[in-house]
């Protein structure tokens, strides 16, 4: 059973940083696409970031130029640094690991969540 464990979450005050971390428990991390979500308060799950198994990634417009995706393989782990946070940025954060293309539909698993709240 492929799991996800998130850390790194907090309250931060507005303009400061956070850097988030994702543990996978796989043998063959380095196939996935690694994503990262988040879920505002009251608020549908969007997409944030990406990063494949090449290392291409891709921001949501909203953190293009303030967060940064990033992995590890040799720890299994994927990150997100971001930077200059805003109070809309507050939500719960997920970390998604996706195997679908090399493995099928089944292979997509997500991680329980950190919460990240920016506040004054």
């Known amino acids: 059973q492929v799991q996800l464990v998130e850390s790194g979450g907090g309250l931060v005050q507005p303009g400061r940083s956070l850097r988030l971390s994702c543990v996978i428990s796989t043998t063959i991390f380095s196939i996935y696409t690694m994503k990262w979500y988040r879920q505002p308060p009251g608020k549908q799950r969007e997409w944030v970031a990406q990063?494949?198994?090449?290392?291409?990634?891709n921001y949501a417009n909203s953190v293009k130029g303030r967060f940064t995706i990033s992995r590890s393989n040799a720890n299994n782990a994927v990150y997100l640094q971001m930077n200059r946070l805003a109070p809309e940025d507050t939500a719960l954060y997920y970390c998604?690991?996706?195997?679908?293309?090399?493995?099928?539909?089944?292979?997509?698993?997500w991680g329980q969540g950190t919460q990240v709240t920016v506040s004054s």
């Open positions: 990063i494949s198994s090449g290392g291409h990634t």
């Open positions: 998604n690991a996706d195997g679908t293309a090399t493995l099928g539909k089944g292979a997509n698993y």
